[in-house]
Every structure is written in C-alpha cells, then in structure tokens.
C-alpha cells in the first residue's frame, strides 16, 4: 500500500473527535515551508487589553453587521483596488 492511500485509510478510520486535530496538522505540514506563514505561526499572540474606543468599535461593527449595513467582500476588493496600484 502506497503512503498516500494509507493516510486516507488512517483519516477514515480516525474518530470524529481527532479530526480537526489531524486537519491542523495536516495543514501545517503542507505549508511549513511558507517563511511568510512560518512568520505568522511564530509570531507573538496580540495580548494588549481592548480600549473604551475598541469595544465601542466593535459593538458598532457588530450593529452593522446585525442591521445588514455589512459590505459584501466583492464590492469592498473592487472599492480598496480603485485606490491602489494593484
């Protein structure tokens, strides 16, 4: 039996439980040669407290969102392009 086909012999046979463990694991055997994603892994977690002005920014995002205010990701690309280089 070939690697390939005994990974997914092994996935299958994993319990519901492991498999976003496994997921995890997997995803980061595929991209740990990435030096921007390793980067991003090793980088320190942002533990700074959220300011008054944070949380109201965030409440009101959150408002917006639930009132359907929201802006589709499609058209806010085509509006952030129009103002660079890209």
């Not at 092994?10 to 496994?22: M, N, R, T, Y």
Request: charge should be negative; proline fraction near 7%.
């Amino acid at each position: 039996m070939q690697t390939r086909e005994r990974l997914h012999r092994l996935v299958d046979e994993l319990p519901e439980s492991e498999l976003h463990a496994a997921e995890r694991y997997l995803d980061f055997l595929r991209t740990a040669g990435d030096p921007l994603l390793r980067a991003l892994a090793a980088a320190p977690v942002d533990d700074e407290p959220l300011t008054p002005d944070d949380e109201a920014a965030i409440a009101e995002a959150r408002a917006a969102y639930e009132r359907g205010a929201s802006i589709p990701w499609e058209e806010l690309r085509k509006e952030l392009l129009r103002g660079s280089d890209v």
